[in-house]
């Protein structure tokens, strides 16, 4: 596609539900990016993957995070047993190999109740 | 980790009037990025710096990457309501990641 989309937009969860949030990077970008939006603040780093392979994951907050990206494509962060602080927006961004220029899909705002 | 320091917080600016906001960073970095958050959406990649003292243009926005390497700013000439919006300035990691570490944002507001 044209950019990076993201599904669903919005998701409101009871606390301890499961949630999928799904990512479609430009498609040919080897690189992926998932990063977490608290209110008034900027993006911060979830996961990396470089095509398929999970190279970095140092950001995601707990265990309970956990994302793939089997076919090198599209990815999908799983948040198990979702907790209210898990709250905010989290987005999708994908870069062209060796390139710093990151392109941000819409963002899935997550709410837990 | 590395942190960018941005400024100002918020800018309540007139229509037509000029803007300039900057960000600092205590640790070098190679590239700088300026993005662009509306409301319900994503960044949006306005300018990219690749060398020190690079200056760059689009359209009414011009960036500069900081000779020291440590800052960045960004400029909007003749502001129009549509600017409003955050805008964050974002450098890659040293790390093998090369994740963005992003500015806490400059909320901008134009009054007509």
């Known amino acids: 596609g044209a950019g990076v989309s993201q599904s669903p937009r919005y998701k409101v969860a009871k606390r301890g539900q499961d949630v999928a949030l799904r990512c479609d990077p430009i498609?040919?970008?080897?690189?992926l990016f998932w990063y977490q939006q608290a209110l008034g603040q900027g993006p911060e780093f979830l996961t990396y993957?470089?095509?398929?392979?999970?190279?970095?994951k140092s950001g995601l907050p707990s265990d309970r995070f956990f994302a793939e990206r089997p076919e090198g494509s599209v990815s999908t962060l799983k948040i198990q047993r979702t907790q209210q602080e898990d709250s905010a927006v989290y987005l999708c961004?994908?870069?062209?190999?060796?390139?710093?220029?990151?392109?941000f899909g819409p963002g899935t705002r997550l709410t837990v109740l | 980790g590395q942190q960018l320091n941005q400024s100002p917080q918020s800018m309540f600016i007139q229509e037509g009037e000029d803007v300039s906001m900057n960000c600092t960073s205590s640790s070098i970095f190679n590239t700088w990025l300026w993005y662009k958050q509306d409301p319900g959406e994503g960044p949006v990649l306005l300018i990219a710096l690749y060398k020190a003292g690079e200056l760059t243009s689009n359209g009414r926005l011009t960036a500069q990457f900081g000779i020291t390497r440590k800052d960045s700013f960004l400029n909007i000439s003749a502001s129009i309501p549509s600017d409003v919006g955050i805008y964050f300035c974002?450098?890659?990691?040293?790390?093998?990641?090369?994740?963005?570490?992003f500015g806490s944002g400059t909320q901008l507001t134009v009054l007509p």
């Open positions: 974002a450098g890659p990691s040293s790390g093998s990641a090369r994740q963005l570490t």
């Open positions: 961004a994908s870069s062209a190999r060796g390139r710093a220029e990151q392109f």
């Open positions: 498609s040919g970008h080897v690189s």
């Open positions: 993957f470089q095509n398929e392979a999970q190279l970095d």
